[in-house]
């Protein structure tokens, strides 16, 4: 497919940084903001990543970067989603063709990237606390500066966002929060706060009042003055503010978002305010995903993280039927084990998309619980769910239940309880970035007791390891990678896999790879180069002692191989296991190294790691080059 080339126009081009924006008149701003707009859909369509967020923030962003003195005052993005037109007038226009992409800029907030970006996010729901800490150093400092937390809606709805918010409301920082209401998170939006500024926003009555009332008292300035401080009595009224001024807030707004007529003075007054030491300002801003682009503006979640598309056509469907990826594998699974099983709930923290259970809520409404973004409100839901005799089952990212680790443990774990935790993303995810990787979860998941851990190989193992996850009176988490598999075909039934058992997948001599996961593909291409035996493992938690053990005897050295960290991971059980039995033999570890992953083509991240079948086997040559079938001679041959 061939792109137009990314616009570019007489203003945006001028602006290198947020002191040029500074110096653009206020009438000149909204031309500004259409080109970046133009500018923005064209570059995202072209690279792929988040765009109907981005799309939604394009006024709001020129106009906090206009009114307040950035990088002297520190804006701080929830999740960072949505922070592309930031990035574009901030000094990477330029650099937005590399978006995502190895060695590019990154789709989020990174500290190390650029002075602007003040606080790395990409997880939901810690701007405010973040914006409180610098407002508060700021002071301790003798600084003037000020700290602006911008949060979506959805983002409000963790139990973290009100915690800094109790806190700010009695703290004397120059902290103002921006709540970007879009009614609109990354899956529909749910809960009793969302209830609340929806109601809040429809008040139709109060809206038509205000706007009558001012055009026909506009003539006659007295009455429209009482008009006006009526307005801010029937307000109070109407649509109460209270829940953020009763947390010390001095609460302003809803406004439109998108009119930088209403953005522009609303923000300078707020500027004043916070100069005067007012107390923390909290804005109320309404804007729209996909805002300026009728697609996005149509179906926001299909735009919300689209790849690369032409922006005249849109979205297309792809011209050869997809793979079937893990995450459909479980969409589909869930549903055939609900039909089966009544006693089956489904939970997700806002995720419904991402995780595959969209079917699942058509078919299943009353037993599909979105919970918002709460990740540890959901798994203790799950446990009191399962306490009842419910079987619950918590499709969540790898990377979002490490903010639920003490629920984990102290509320399900601790109690035994029977838990199906599917965990998405596991291991590298490509453009996401090292904020999004599942590379911890084999770690802090096998040293809690009670736990079972699974990584199913293929699509077929995924469900029939999903099935046996389900039918034990335990926890149990089963990790599966993003994107597709290697196309094995999948069991129509519900029938599991034995339960802490793996299986010898080639039998060799010399040294034995231990599969874990996914990697088991690559694993098998390295074992017929070398005349070594695979073991599909299945199972870090039991581990497979008899098969362990087995090809400890048989061989001499072992290697594991997972999509983890090596630290903690499926090798060093191996490796304690090993030790308790008395057996003594080198092990060679291979997974992901002690260090924080770029974003990037996930095929190529696993290479860079010597996690592809290459990488495999130029490890062991180098380790074990002697040990293998044919020597050091033939491994020249059959290399």
């Not at 680790?405 to 970035?433: C, E, S, T, W």
Request: aromatic share 6%.
């Amino acid at each position: 497919m061939t792109q137009a080339p990314t616009p570019m126009s007489s203003l945006l081009s001028t602006i290198d940084s947020p002191a040029d924006l500074r110096r653009l008149s206020r009438s000149q701003l909204p031309q500004l903001a259409d080109e970046l707009r133009a500018f923005l859909l064209a570059s995202v369509a072209r690279t792929g990543g988040h765009l109907s967020s981005n799309l939604g923030t394009v006024e709001l962003t020129v106009a906090l970067h206009h009114v307040f003195n950035t990088p002297e005052d520190r804006l701080v993005w929830d999740v960072g989603h949505q922070t592309y037109p930031h990035k574009i007038l901030t000094g990477r226009r330029d650099q937005m063709g590399t978006l995502r992409q190895f060695g590019g800029i990154s789709g989020f907030p990174r500290r190390s990237e650029s002075e602007y970006d003040t606080f790395g996010t990409a997880h939901s729901s810690t701007s405010i606390s973040a914006a409180l800490g610098m407002a508060l150093a700021s002071k301790l400092k003798g600084e003037e500066r000020k700290s602006i937390a911008i949060i979506g809606d959805g983002a409000m709805t963790a139990g973290m966002a009100f915690e800094a918010l109790n806190n700010a409301g009695v703290a004397d920082g120059r902290l103002l929060v921006v709540l970007n209401d879009n009614d609109m998170s990354i899956s529909p939006p749910v809960g009793a706060l969302n209830r609340y500024l929806a109601q809040l926003m429809s008040g139709q009555f109060y809206a038509a009042a205000k706007n009558v009332g001012k055009q026909v008292l506009k003539g006659a300035p007295p009455l429209f003055e009482l008009a006006k401080r009526f307005e801010e009595h029937a307000k109070g009224m109407v649509v109460p503010a209270t829940l953020f001024e009763k947390f010390g807030f001095n609460y302003i707004g809803p406004i439109d978002g998108h009119d930088l007529e209403s953005l522009i003075p609303t923000l300078e007054n707020i500027r004043h305010l916070l100069d005067t030491d007012s107390g923390p300002q909290f804005l109320h801003v309404v804007t729209r995903k996909g805002q300026g682009y009728k697609l996005a503006e149509a179906d926001p979640v299909a735009y919300h993280g689209p790849g690369t598309f032409d922006p005249a056509v849109g979205l297309t469907k792809p011209t050869t039927p997809p793979r079937t990826t893990f995450t459909q594998v479980f969409g589909k699974w869930l549903c055939d084990m609900a039909e089966a099983d009544a006693r089956l709930v489904g939970i997700t923290p806002a995720m419904r998309e991402g995780s595959g259970m969209v079917e699942f809520e058509r078919r299943f409404p009353d037993r599909y619980f979105d919970v918002g973004i709460a990740e540890q409100h959901a798994v203790t839901f799950a446990a009191g769910l399962a306490c009842e005799g419910l079987k619950p089952v918590v499709a969540i990212y790898s990377t979002f239940l490490q903010r639920a680790y003490d629920q984990l443990i102290h509320d399900v774990a601790l109690q035994n309880l029977p838990v199906v935790f599917a965990l998405d993303r596991a291991g590298l995810v490509g453009a996401d970035g090292a904020t999004h990787a599942g590379a911890y979860d084999i770690a802090y998941l096998r040293c809690i007791p009670n736990m079972a851990v699974a990584c199913p190989a293929d699509e077929a193992e995924c469900r029939q390891l999903l099935s046996t996850a389900f039918a034990q009176n335990q926890p149990v988490a089963v990790r599966y990678p993003r994107g597709a598999g290697a196309g094995v075909e999948q069991p129509a039934g519900l029938e599991g896999l034995p339960f802490g058992r793996g299986e010898l997948r080639r039998k060799g001599r010399g040294v034995a790879i231990l599969a874990f996961g996914t990697l088991l593909q690559p694993s098998l291409v390295a074992g017929e180069k070398l005349g070594a035996s695979v073991a599909n493992m299945r199972w870090v938690k039991p581990l497979d002692a008899e098969l362990l053990f087995e090809m400890a005897r048989t061989h001499d050295a072992l290697v594991t191989v997972e999509e983890g960290c090596i630290q903690g991971g499926a090798g060093a059980a191996v490796l304690e296991a090993l030790q308790a039995e008395g057996l003594t033999l080198p092990v060679l570890q291979l997974g992901l190294r002690d260090e924080f992953i770029e974003h990037g083509d996930p095929a190529r991240l696993l290479a860079m790691e010597g996690l592809d079948a290459e990488g495999i086997t130029r490890s062991i040559q180098q380790r074990f080059g002697d040990l293998l079938e044919g020597g050091a001679a033939g491994l020249k041959v059959v290399a």
